[in-house]
């Protein structure tokens, strides 16, 4: 069954450095994609970054940029330079299938992330 | 567009008694779902839907009921609320994609439900 872990509950780091948010999936789909997701203190969730299996290069949107492992199944998300807006709870979530026929997701527990100044 | 909205924003219940949120869509997204969010546990799939009257359970469905009589709406029912059902639910739709397809899901701003 397919799974996302993420095995940190709580991250700290300093303002204008590197994070790394770890993630690892299991699945037994050749075709699926990963997506990161950020819950600020007020709620919403706001897209961040995707990663598709097929995928030669690792993502990268901005600051953030994906540490893809295929052969290890892990997605890790990089926030470089860090902002005191980073502080948040960070999901990476999986999508599965090779027909155009779902949007389900799977989330794992979530990061909380916090910056300090 | 509004894209996703959820009401209420916030409800109490009392055990037992039902309730529907309600969320819509104005993107024309094939494929809504309902979430639970609860601490520690991420956000779990409660029901979700692929478009008007096709409607199927996700990994949490006990207690809560669904339909889909139009593409933009997707309501949630819980039929008699219990303690467990404390909880923030979100309600996200997205077009029908396959794994490679990069296609996010919109989330409304949820609903955050407390039962007694």
């Known amino acids: 069954a397919q799974k996302i872990t993420q095995t940190q509950p709580g991250m700290f780091v300093q303002e204008k450095e590197a994070v790394t948010l770890d993630c690892t999936y299991d699945?037994?789909?050749?075709?699926?994609?990963l997506f990161w997701y950020k819950q600020p203190s007020s709620g919403e969730m706001i897209f961040l970054i995707y990663?598709?299996?097929?995928?030669?290069q690792n993502a990268t949107e901005g600051r953030y940029s994906l540490n893809f492992q295929k052969a290890r199944k892990s997605a890790n998300l990089v926030i470089s330079a860090s902002q005191l807006g980073d502080s948040a709870m960070y999901f990476c979530a999986m999508r599965e299938g090779y027909s155009s026929n779902t949007g389900k997701l799977i989330f794992g527990q979530g990061t909380t992330l916090q910056v300090k100044p | 567009n509004a894209g996703v909205t959820q009401t209420p924003k916030f409800q109490v219940l009392k055990t037992g008694q039902s309730m529907t949120l309600q969320c819509a869509q104005d993107?024309?997204?094939?494929?809504m779902s309902w979430y639970r969010q609860d601490p520690g546990m991420g956000l779990r799939l409660i029901h979700y839907s692929v478009g008007a009257g096709i409607t199927d359970q996700g990994e949490v469905p006990n207690g809560y009921n669904v339909s889909r009589s139009t593409t933009e709406d997707f309501p949630l029912r819980l039929l008699s609320a219990a303690p467990s059902q404390t909880s923030v639910y979100f309600c996200a739709s997205t077009r029908l994609a396959s794994g490679q397809s990069s296609y996010e899901q919109y989330f409304g701003p949820g609903t955050r439900l407390t039962v007694t």
């Open positions: 699945t037994s789909d050749q075709s699926y994609g």
């Open positions: 990663q598709g299996s097929y995928d030669e």
């Open positions: 993107m024309n997204h094939e494929y």
